[in-house]
């Protein structure tokens, strides 16, 4: 499958952005979708993540309360809210894919990244 991420930008702190992730293929509904991101010079970071239904999300500590994701699987897309947009979720957005059988923490594609910026 092929990941297409778009709708970073920039943005004031106190913010609101929405990503978008468009996937190929037909099977986008048996996917588990997530979202990562990777500030400069940090590791990258899990944001949230979303079962094949939509029933069931995940999130990190950081965004908790804040970042919504959700899916249309007749659109093969995931979105991202992100409101309350802080200085320290300045980064590059990444969504990516993964069978439900593949091992947890593992992500089997991934888009090519959109960048955010807050300023404060």
């Known amino acids: 499958v092929q990941l297409q991420a778009y709708g970073g930008g920039l943005v004031q702190a106190g913010g609101s952005l929405r990503l978008s992730c468009a996937a190929s293929?037909?099977?986008?509904?048996?996917?588990?979708m997530g979202w990562f991101r990777q500030a400069p010079g940090k590791e990258r970071e899990f944001v949230t993540a979303?079962?094949?239904?939509?029933?069931?999300?995940y999130y990190g500590n950081p965004v908790k309360g804040r970042f919504t994701i959700s899916r249309d699987n007749a659109k093969n897309t995931v979105y991202l809210q992100m409101n309350s947009l802080k200085p320290e979720d300045m980064a590059v957005y990444y969504c990516?894919?993964?069978?439900?059988?593949?091992?947890?923490?593992?992500?089997?594609?991934w888009g090519q990244g959109t960048l955010v910026t807050v300023s404060s």
């Open positions: 293929g037909r099977t986008f509904g048996s996917y588990r």
């Open positions: 979303i079962n094949p239904s939509g029933s069931s999300t």
């Open positions: 990516a894919a993964k069978y439900i059988t593949t091992q947890a923490g593992e992500y089997d594609y």
